[in-house]
């Protein structure tokens, strides 16, 4: 998302939505309806698959350092790389994520892959047994900065693995996070180039700033 700011395989039952050839998204309103059509059923198959799992049990030990557990019932998702917990926004470190439509912030449209990049977020951490959070500062607009862990595992490398993200540990820093970093930087290396512009370029196309504020 702005201003904040590809690994692995993904599991079975949950391809990455991808296509060769992003100008002929932004072209054909049909062809994106067909891709947010098919990101839906994979994330719906991926969504199911993850439901028989056993919650976490009380008292169980981080899977880093620092990180605290978290209710999915806390949660209220906004696009790839942020969510609300309990009614106040955290913005998911080392990725940068493409957007979604929020009037809000001067954005008036999708960008390719946002809405798939929100939905993967939303399963991937929903499906989770467990939840995790290690908490950094804030950003400038006052978001509370996070590494998030879904069953011992990034999030940030999972999105990166399905070329749903780009890194920007190398623009922002570690945070205070080296190990982190290194997973993402190591996982961006590796997996796929993303289909779409980078999110920063396509926000200065895109996005409208009222010159009155």
Not at 35 to 48: F, K, N, S, Y
Request: include cysteine; aromatic fraction near 8%; charged fraction near 30%.
């Amino acid at each position: 998302m702005h201003n904040q700011p590809p690994g692995r395989a993904p599991p079975e039952n949950f391809p990455p939505p991808r296509v060769a050839a992003v100008a002929t998204i932004a072209q054909d309103e049909r062809m994106g309806r067909f891709l947010r059509l098919l990101g839906c059923v994979a994330i719906a198959a991926h969504v199911l698959t993850g439901c028989a799992r056993e919650p976490a049990e009380a008292g169980e030990k981080p899977s880093y350092r620092g990180a605290v557990h978290v209710d999915i019932a806390r949660i209220q998702f906004d696009d790839g790389d942020t969510f609300l917990l309990d009614g106040k926004p955290i913005r998911v470190l080392g990725i940068d994520t493409p957007e979604i439509k929020d009037p809000h912030v001067g954005i008036f449209e999708d960008q390719p892959f946002g809405r798939a990049a929100a939905d993967s977020t939303r399963a991937l951490m929903t499906r989770a047994r467990l939840l995790e959070i290690a908490y950094d500062g804030r950003d400038i607009y006052e978001r509370r900065l996070a590494h998030v862990f879904v069953d011992g595992e990034l999030l940030a490398v999972k999105l990166l693995g399905y070329g749903l993200a780009y890194e920007n540990v190398r623009h922002f820093g570690d945070n205070g996070f080296p190990d982190l970093a290194d997973r993402i930087i190591r996982a961006a290396d590796a997996g796929p180039k993303p289909a779409f512009e980078p999110p920063h370029r396509w926000r200065k196309k895109h996005q409208w700033r009222d010159s009155t504020r």
